[in-house]
């Protein structure tokens, strides 16, 4: 099964600062991988996505992601971060299940902007 | 337009009761999902229906049932209530089930008591 790591439950960074919010996977095929925000009391909204094109993905309201092979990562950033940006972030895999495509998730990573 | 609805957006309710949360999609989508996420945030898939036929059931206890009158609709009825079924409960939708990109609700968040 595939599965999902997210460093860091709560990351807390300056107006204006950048965003850097780790995701790792573990696959034995290549994945196709997802970054979703939820801001408080809503549901989830996807941010970008990787599905074996680009590595570097850009995605809504500045974001970004570059899916790394070698480190089995994709990280999210953004270079200048906005108090707009506080929400819970989810990084997911996609998992093969006889042809539907299920979504696995990381534990989500709150991001705190701090004034 | 509401893409991804779910009713209630609240439900408080007791131990032992049945309850059961709606939702519709008007994307023309042809999937859709229920998830689960507990008190930690973690969420985890529970069903999906591709056109009315069930796809993904993972180990949810079968006091859960989910249903599907039509590719728009997907509701699940929770028989018998436990302390631990307390969570937020997300719909979802996508176009097909060889779909990566799903559309989720605003969530119904069950408290029972």
């Known amino acids: 099964a595939q599965s999902v790591t997210q460093l860091g439950s709560h990351v807390s960074v300056s107006e204006g600062a950048l965003v850097l919010l780790r995701c790792n996977y573990s696959?034995?095929?290549?994945?196709?991988l997802f970054w979703y925000v939820q801001y408080p009391n809503q549901g989830l909204q996807l941010l970008l996505k990787?599905?074996?094109?680009?590595?570097l993905v850009k995605g809504i309201n500045g974001f970004e992601a570059e899916f790394k092979k070698s480190e089995t990562s994709f990280h999210l950033t953004k270079p200048s971060a906005h108090m707009s940006d506080a929400a819970e972030y989810f990084c997911a895999v996609s998992e093969q299940n006889f042809g539907n495509e299920k979504l696995t998730f990381g534990t989500g990573t709150r991001l705190t902007i701090i004034p | 337009d509401t893409a991804v609805s779910q009713t209630p957006k609240y439900l408080v309710t007791q131990m032992g009761n049945d309850k059961s949360i709606k939702c519709e999609q008007n994307?023309?989508?042809?999937?859709m999902y229920w998830y689960k996420q507990d008190s930690k945030k973690f969420l985890k898939i529970m069903f999906s229906?591709?056109?009315?036929?069930?796809?993904i059931n993972e180990t949810v206890p079968n006091r859960f049932s989910p249903k599907s009158p039509d590719k728009a609709h997907l509701n699940l009825h929770i028989n018998s209530l436990e302390l631990g079924d307390s969570a937020v409960y997300f719909c979802?939708?996508?176009?097909?089930?060889?779909?990566?990109?799903?559309?989720f609700g605003p969530g119904t968040r069950l408290t029972v008591t």
């Open positions: 979802a939708s996508s176009p097909s089930e060889t779909s990566y990109e799903q559309y």
């Open positions: 990787y599905t074996s094109a680009a590595t």
């Open positions: 994307l023309g989508h042809d999937t």
């Open positions: 229906y591709n056109n009315k036929e069930l796809i």
């Open positions: 696959s034995s095929v290549p994945p196709y």
